[in-house]
């Protein structure tokens, strides 16, 4: 037998902890706390600043978490495709831009797209 039971243990819980450990460098875990992460989804394009306000309001975020979320938002259109919003850690709406429309899912009101 390579390990008795004792050594079974601490050797389990030394792996787990180095496993828990290399997931800290992983910036795809770091980045779970950010209000707003993008997405490689639909269509990297440009979506107008009042046409990403106007789709925030109707997916029922306020004017201060437009001014804070948008900019970021947009840049994640821009560069992948797709953004998704949280609030306190939990995802609150995510954002696709495909074929000249943004489509928006949202924890509040749903599903809607808007025409760029």
Same mark, same amino acid.
């Given at each position: 037998?390579?390990?008795?039971?004792?050594?079974?243990?601490?050797? $389990?819980?030394?792996?787990?902890?180095?496993? %828990? =450990?290399?997931? =800290?460098?992983?910036?795809?875990?770091?980045?779970?706390?950010?209000?707003?992460?993008? %997405?490689?989804?639909?269509?990297?394009g440009?979506?107008?600043?009042? =046409?990403? @306000?106007?789709?925030?309001?109707r997916?029922?975020?306020?004017?201060?978490?437009?001014?804070?979320?948008?900019?970021?938002?947009? +840049?994640?259109?821009?560069?992948?495709g797709?953004?998704? =919003?949280?609030?306190?850690? +939990?995802?609150? @709406? %995510?954002?696709?831009?495909?074929?000249?429309? %943004?489509?928006?899912?949202?924890?509040?009101?749903?599903? $809607?797209?808007?025409?760029?």
């Amino acid at each position: 037998m390579l390990f008795c039971a004792p050594h079974r243990r601490a050797v $389990f819980l030394l792996v787990s902890v180095l496993a %828990l =450990a290399s997931c =800290a460098g992983d910036p795809n875990v770091q980045r779970v706390s950010e209000p707003v992460t993008s %997405l490689a989804v639909g269509d990297p394009g440009d979506v107008g600043a009042m =046409a990403l @306000a106007q789709a925030m309001t109707r997916a029922g975020f306020s004017r201060a978490e437009i001014l804070e979320m948008g900019p970021q938002i947009r +840049r994640g259109l821009a560069d992948n495709g797709g953004a998704q =919003a949280r609030r306190k850690g +939990r995802i609150v @709406a %995510l954002f696709s831009h495909m074929d000249g429309r %943004l489509y928006v899912t949202s924890a509040n009101v749903g599903t $809607f797209t808007v025409d760029i």
